[in-house]
């Protein structure tokens, strides 16, 4: 375990130290992790219930972090064939057939999209104990939906229920035993678990006006648990977050990962500050994007979020139902990591030659009057304006085909059109058509030659 310095560590234990003050929270524990490895773990406060224990091995109820792993199991299904994202719920669930919940698609539940209430009829479930899944759907009624699918994004636990049913009826098995199997063995997350077992921190709400604490329920939310029922540890936590960043190759591909990293719903009030992923909340920061949950239930908070330009995840676990700022701390461990011990980039090496059919397209080319600069760093080839620093379109050499990876053509294939005698002619590039000198007039100009 390559540990941070101890100038490092001990600025990383301020940033605790404040928001376990500021927040007035019994017990706060965190950890970090970087390319891989452990770099760093720490808590303030000792109020657990649990004497002589550090919080940092204790467990914790991790809350809505739950949600991204009903989502991996979900996107495990998908991999396999065996689920689409635009079916809709009751193709799954046959007692929603005929219910306007049954046409929401998979897709709109993963990413809060689907308009769906926030939660489920009754008393706060979070709160009381839970009901089966059956018990549930007879309480649903005429469930509320405040949207139209796809209009804005609008936060559901109920949905997650659904989603989790939908995991068990395809496995033929409890969500819980699929979520064991199928995520936290291969994971190696011993301290994960449905119920908490000994140590484990117990859940406090905080007195307004006093440092008087009350204990909060620790119930079984059961239909309701695929939203937020897990109890975990930061370092269970933490390799959880490694996995984010690389994937693994019995759960789930790092590629499977980063679509589930690309937003899918958002709202006018959180600006280009946050979305939602594919069970994935997005947070501005770090290198650009944080990705990862928030969680609470009765008691506790948590936070979970990663960078996967810069291989660093922090979470963060405390036993306060209020005063963490779950979608801030771990932004601000990230940057006190990242302040102290910057990410180093790749190493850049050069390249014995490269590949004819590469060579030819670099260099200048021109969009009508407009140059761009065509250039290949080892792995991918990049289109900016002549001169440009900013944003890049990106294109990835797929089955000998140029597919754009990146920028205004991710996806749109580069096709190389050549003369009789092998030369390049120009490109076309979703209609727009390059070519070596300002509208060559061998090659073809959408809409016609300027006149000159």
Sequence with gaps: ??????????????????????????????????????????????????????????????????????AVLLMQLRDDGLVTLGDPVSAYLSELKGDPLGDLTLRALLSHGSGLAAEPPGEWWERVEGVSFAELVSQLGPVGRPFEPGATHHYSNLGYALLGEVVSRVHGWPWWECLSERLLQPLGMTRTSYDPFAPHARGYSVAP?????????????????????????????????DFLITGHRDVLSSSTLEEMSVPQSGSAADGLAGAYGLGLRLLSGGSG??????????????????????????????????????????????????????????????????????DELLGVWHWGNTARVFSWDGRLLSVAPLGATGRRDSFALVDGTFVGVGGHHNGEPLEVVRRPDGRISHLVLSTFVFTRTPYDPDAPVPGGHPSR
């Design 289 to 358: 994007l944080l990705v990862g949950h928030t969680g609470s239930m009765p008691g506790f908070q948590a936070a979970l979020f990663v960078d996967r330009v810069r291989r660093a995840g922090a979470v963060v676990l405390a036993n306060s139902t209020t005063g963490l700022r779950t979608d801030r701390l771990p932004a601000e461990l990230l940057e006190t990591l990242e302040r102290c011990e910057p990410t180093a980039p790749d190493v850049w090496e050069p390249v014995e030659s490269v590949a004819p059919g590469i």
């Design 209 to 241: 006006y006093s440092p008087l604490l009350t204990s909060e329920p620790a119930t079984d939310t059961r239909a309701m648990a695929p939203a937020g029922q897990v109890w975990s540890t930061v370092l269970d936590l933490a390799t959880y977050a």
């Design 1 to 70: 375990m390559a540990l941070v310095t101890d100038l490092t560590a001990r600025r990383l234990v301020g940033v605790l130290a404040v928001e376990q003050h500021n927040g007035r929270i019994p017990s706060v524990a965190a950890a970090l992790t970087r390319d891989g490895s452990l770099v760093w773990r720490g808590s303030r406060g000792d109020a657990t219930g649990e004497p002589g224990i550090r919080p940092t091995d204790l467990q914790y109820r991790i809350g809505s972090i739950t949600k991204t792993m009903t």
